[in-house]
């Protein structure tokens, strides 16, 4: 059984910096996309960013130029580095993973919160 898991949430002030990271386990298939995605209370869940298993990234433009997202394929785990944070960053983030067969997987979601 496929399983993503979280972990590094947290509460931050602004302009501090948090780490996010995410394993994935229980596939042997390989791992195309993976990918993390915020939902804000109210809000429709939108991706933060995105990195191909050949190192290809994609960013939301409300996080360009402060966000970092990298992975490990041997681990199978990806990272988020957030930095100058905002209250506006406020989330809940969930990683996500698109295997080579098609199927796509969700973590459980991660608490985010930026206080003013």
């Known amino acids: 059984q496929v399983q993503l898991v979280e972990s590094g949430g947290g509460l931050v002030q602004a302009g501090g910096s948090l780490r996010l990271s995410c394993a994935a386990s229980g596939s042997r298939y390989a791992i195309n996309y993976m990918g993390w995605y915020r939902q804000a209370p109210g809000k429709q869940r939108e991706l933060v960013a995105r990195i191909t298993s050949g190192g290809s990234t994609t960013y939301a433009d409300s996080v360009k130029g402060r966000f970092t997202i990298s992975r490990d394929n041997a681990k199978n785990t990806e990272y988020l580095q957030m930095n100058s944070l905002k209250p506006e960053d406020t989330a809940v983030y969930y990683c996500?993973?698109?295997?080579?067969?098609?199927?796509?997987?969700w973590g459980q979601g991660t608490q985010v919160t930026v206080s003013s």
């Open positions: 996500n993973a698109k295997f080579s067969v098609g199927a796509e997987f």
